[in-house]
């Protein structure tokens, strides 16, 4: 079966980095996204994988190693406002996304 | 408007009501989606249309039947529900089902409480 995993929660502090991972098994891989979804609305996309290395878009950065089946979000600088649960989803080879559970993201003072 | 809309927003039924949900896009995309979103679960895609055709049905019970007028409209028709549909349900377009990085983009979704 098709599967991704992701933490269920992690906590921070406001400021600091946090890394959220993400690992697949899909039948064939055509990209991986990360989506932010705040409590309440809808979810937004933050960024896309296709290739083997790292992404950058200013505080926050996606990794992708497609050998291993691994992603990772980085985020820097915490702020309040990135309080939110992130979600991680793998196109298939049918161009079907399949979503992780997501990851609730606490930021504390 | 612009992006992808829901309503309502929220919707509270019984088990035999009927009601309906609908989503507008205003992004010009082909594609539209349905998914439900269940507390700690990933998102369950239900309903994919493509330019107007229905291209996936992932095992969806008969109680939702979907219905896409235009590129620009898709319902939900929602019939004889139970308490485990409670759920949000999103709505999301894209620009084209099938190429490269084809990055969705989702409405507010309709908190439903089936009671």
């Known amino acids: 079966g098709q599967n991704i995993d992701q933490p269920t929660e992690m906590t921070a502090t406001e400021g600091a980095i946090v890394q959220i991972n993400c690992t697949y098994q899909?039948?064939?891989?055509?990209?991986l996204f990360w989506y932010q979804q705040h409590a309440g609305e809808a979810p937004t996309f933050l960024s896309y994988n296709v290739l083997d290395g790292l992404e950058e878009k200013g505080r926050f950065s996606s990794f992708l190693s497609r050998s291993k089946g691994y992603s990772y979000l980085l985020l820097k600088e915490l702020q309040m406002k990135d309080s939110a649960s992130y979600l991680c989803a793998v196109t298939d080879s049918n161009y079907q996304l399949i979503w992780g559970a997501g990851t609730k993201l606490i930021i504390k003072p | 408007e612009t992006g992808v809309t829901q309503t309502p927003r929220h919707l509270v039924m019984g088990m035999t009501n009927k009601k309906s949900l609908k989503c507008e896009q205003h992004?010009?995309?082909?594609?539209m989606y349905w998914y439900k979103q269940s507390a700690k679960k990933p998102l369950e895609l239900m309903f994919v249309y493509s330019l107007e055709e229905r291209v996936e049905n992932n095992s969806v019970p008969s109680r939702f039947s979907p219905e896409c007028p235009n590129s620009s409209h898709l319902f939900l028709h929602l019939h004889t529900l139970q308490p485990e549909d409670s759920a949000l349900y999103l709505c999301?377009?894209?620009?084209?089902?099938?190429?490269?990085?084809?990055?969705?983009?989702f409405g507010p979704g309709t908190r439903l409480t089936v009671l």
């Open positions: 999301a377009s894209s620009q084209e089902r099938g190429r490269g990085p084809d990055e969705q983009f």
């Open positions: 899909t039948s064939g891989f055509n990209g």
């Open positions: 992004l010009g995309h082909n594609a």
